[in-house]
């Protein structure tokens, strides 16, 4: 079982920036696409950006397409989500979660259990 840890949420006011953290363990990290996800208030948990397991191939939900940037550092079992130009509808708990392939990880089925999650907060 896969556990995840995700971090650096936060209260931000619209057009600024945050950086999210989500480490992983339990797994082979490396060999294992990483993907972030969000959940509004009273809404479903959408995808939002995927990684592959060498970091060089992502793509992105159309809503954050430009101003989000994925990216992993396998030492660390770590994967990242730089959050420029936020805006209000950015607003939600954000997630990390595992899957075995990229092509699948907007639609799992994912590895890990979804942890707590890490509130981002944009304020208009």
């Known amino acids: 079982q896969v556990q995840l840890v995700e971090s650096g949420g936060g209260l931000v006011q619209a057009g600024g920036s945050l950086r999210l953290s989500c480490v992983a363990s339990?797994?082979?990290?490396?060999?294992?696409?990483m993907g972030w996800f969000r959940q509004a208030p009273g809404e479903e948990r959408e995808f939002v950006a995927g990684?592959?397991?060498?970091?060089?191939?992502?793509y992105y939900a159309n809503s954050v397409k430009g101003r989000f940037t994925i990216s992993r550092d396998n030492a660390k079992n770590t994967v990242y989500l730089q959050m420029n130009s936020l805006k209000s509808e950015d607003t939600a708990v954000y997630y990390c979660n595992a899957d075995t392939d990229l092509a699948t990880i907007e639609y799992g089925p994912y590895l890990g259990s979804w942890g707590q999650g890490t509130q981002v907060t944009v304020s208009s």
């Open positions: 339990g797994q082979t990290f490396s060999s294992d696409a």
């Open positions: 990684i592959n397991w060498r970091g060089d191939s992502t």
